[in-house]
């Protein structure tokens, strides 16, 4: 996956809509963006639309509410039967709450591929803990991070400077986001970008995204997509280098370090190309 839309679950209009925009997954959300009043007709919309939906399109995805509200366990109830591809926890506090949901997806007899995806890092008490995801359960499949939450935990007047970068306590969430999933073994998915309109923002984001290790980023609007899509595509100069360096290692034969175009390079090198080579793989 490379882009991830959320979509509010009891809109079908908006449902109709990004179900052609390109994303590789849609968020049918019945969190944040479904009122408390609406939380069961999101259920059903989100099931319904698990049946019928193309399954041959994006993968469809379920955020949940939260395990500290009392609408978790009927969310799965009522989507698990339905087979969506992945569900996503948000304010997710450790480890331990992927195990939470899993056990009970299994207990439920979930599909084995239902994948668990979560926002990892929306309370102060959340960022001490992502060493713990690793293990937590079989399911995890990516972790993600959250500012809008943790802005808002903190009582903080806002997450960014005056130069619309992330000021510390975010900065730091994310990386720890970065590092927890990377230790787990699971895909590394950047936030959210707020301002749908400013689209150049977004790209410069999600390049720094991809500069740091992160494979994938969270959408808000079906135009932020593409932009999305191509930032983490890998390029052709991109799969042509790293085609180059895998070659020149195995041409070298049994060494740690090659040259190439005047560049010395070792054994790190060598392991991202490979792994650029693989994502571009699996994409295809």
Not at 114 to 137: K, N, P, Q, R, W
Not at 223 to 235: E, G, L, W, Y
Request: glycine share 8%.
């Amino acid at each position: 996956m490379r882009s991830l839309l959320f979509v509010p679950a009891d809109s079908e209009k908006k449902l109709a809509k990004a179900a052609s925009c390109g994303a590789d997954a849609l968020i049918l959300d019945l969190e944040d963006s479904v009122a408390l009043s609406a939380k069961e007709a999101a259920r059903a919309s989100a099931a319904a639309y698990l049946k019928t939906a193309d399954r041959s399109g994006p993968k469809l995805v379920l955020r949940i509410n939260a395990l500290d509200t009392p609408f978790w366990e009927k969310d799965l109830e009522t989507v698990v039967p339905a087979k969506p591809d992945m569900i996503v926890v948000p304010k997710t506090l450790s480890g331990e709450c992927v195990k939470t949901v899993g056990e009970r997806i299994d207990r439920m007899g979930g599909a084995k591929e239902i994948g668990i995806g979560c926002v990892a890092t929306e309370t102060a008490a959340s960022l001490f803990t992502l060493d713990t995801y690793a293990g937590s359960h079989e399911r995890l499949s990516f972790l993600t991070w959250g500012a809008e939450d943790l802005s808002a935990a903190l009582g903080a007047r806002d997450n960014k400077d005056e130069t619309g970068l992330y000021t510390g306590p975010y900065q730091l969430a994310r990386t720890l986001t970065l590092l927890g999933a990377v230790a787990a073994g699971v895909q590394p998915v950047d936030s959210i970008w707020k301002d749908f309109r400013d689209e150049k923002g977004l790209e410069a984001e999600a390049r720094a995204a991809a500069r740091d290790g992160f494979t994938a980023k969270m959408a808000i609007h079906p135009a932020q997509v593409a932009i999305i899509n191509d930032v983490f595509t890998p390029s052709d100069a991109d799969l042509a280098h790293a085609r180059a360096v895998v070659a020149a290692f195995e041409e070298a034969g049994d060494v740690g370090v090659v040259a190439l175009d005047g560049v010395m390079l070792d054994m790190p090198h060598l392991k991202q190309a490979r792994a650029l080579l693989a994502r571009a793989a699996q994409s295809n």
